[in-house]
């Protein structure tokens, strides 16, 4: 039974909006240009056109019904580029999926509240499961992934009721079939043995969320019937704090939903980017990403675990 008191400030978990997110390394301009990568416009808002960073299975077909995952980026919902998930997605492909990294407006970009961050992931989804027989997806096993805000985003279209576009068609679900989250800020608001921050960091959050920040915590929003889980999250965190994905785990659990919690010890913000100690925990979660995968039905077992 879950009964530690959890001795962590809500402040920590407001310093996600401080991240200084990795910037587009393949240029100066925006949007980035993703090798290999088939690129479709999901949404335009305003005169921002929004991509689609498709990455396709070898010898994919349209006719194939491939399970998707669509990937959201980090940054604080203020900056980040979707370069952040070009290795998973290649990676991906190559186990047999239709890979995508997602663009989506974000504050220094285009002047938002992270609410339009979440109706973008949410038109994202949709798009490619309006879309799944021409790209060659079944609808039915779409996942969305994410880091940090990106993680919050993946985790909202699976929690988080409402904030679709009014022009979409809402016959169309934007709820993903299961959610891959690392690190990702899952509490927004106080919550048990959550210490609350001083009341002007919690009214920079409700500024920054553009509406009021438990409507956007997916740990406040967890029901019976979301989307199966898995949560990758450094235990030295102090970004985003393990113990608040500890919480965002059990409330899924309590509700009757998977969600399986991965915890890596000494680890702390971002450990599990490509490029970081010598991409030892991008290859620890993406073979752990693989095996809930496995577990799915989405993908087959890597041939070297094949009996």
């Given amino acids: 039974m879950f009964r530690r008191t959890i001795a962590i400030s809500l402040a920590a978990v407001l310093s996600l909006l401080q991240i200084a997110a990795a910037q587009d390394k393949k240029g100066k301009t925006y949007p980035p240009k993703l090798e290999g990568a088939e690129v479709e416009t999901y949404k335009t808002a305003g005169d921002t056109k929004l991509n689609l960073y498709i990455y396709n299975p070898p010898g994919h077909k349209p006719t194939d019904k491939s399970p998707a995952i669509v990937f959201f980026f980090g940054g604080g919902w203020t900056n980040g580029s979707p370069t952040q998930f070009e290795q998973h997605c290649k990676h991906l492909a190559s186990r047999g999926m239709v890979a995508i990294t997602a663009d989506y407006r974000v504050a220094s970009r285009n002047q938002v509240k992270a609410v339009e961050c979440v109706k973008d992931a949410k038109s994202a989804i949709r798009y490619v499961r309006k879309e799944a027989a021409r790209l060659g997806v079944d609808p039915n096993r779409i996942v969305a992934g994410g880091g940090s805000a990106g993680g919050h985003l993946a985790a909202c279209v699976g929690v988080v009721k409402g904030f679709d576009e009014s022009s979409e068609d809402a016959s169309i679900s934007s709820v993903p079939n299961a959610m891959a989250l690392f690190n990702p800020a899952v509490v927004l608001a106080a919550a048990p043995g959550l210490a609350n921050a001083n009341q002007e960091r919690v009214d920079s959050l409700k500024d920054r969320m553009g509406v009021d920040p438990v409507l956007l915590s997916p740990y406040h929003q967890v029901k019976p019937g979301a989307p199966p889980a898995i949560v990758f999250h450094g235990k030295a965190d102090n970004t985003v704090p393990y113990a608040t994905a500890e919480l965002f785990a059990k409330a899924m659990t309590d509700a009757g939903n998977k969600c399986m919690l991965v915890g890596y010890e000494g680890q702390a913000h971002g450990f599990f980017n490509y490029g970081r100690a010598n991409n030892e925990y991008y290859e620890k979660t993406s073979a752990a990403l693989d ?17």
Wanted: net charge neutral; no cysteine; hydrophobic share 45%.
């Fill in 291 to 307: 095996d809930f995968l496995v577990g799915l039905g989405y993908i087959q077992p890597a041939k070297a675990d094949a009996k």
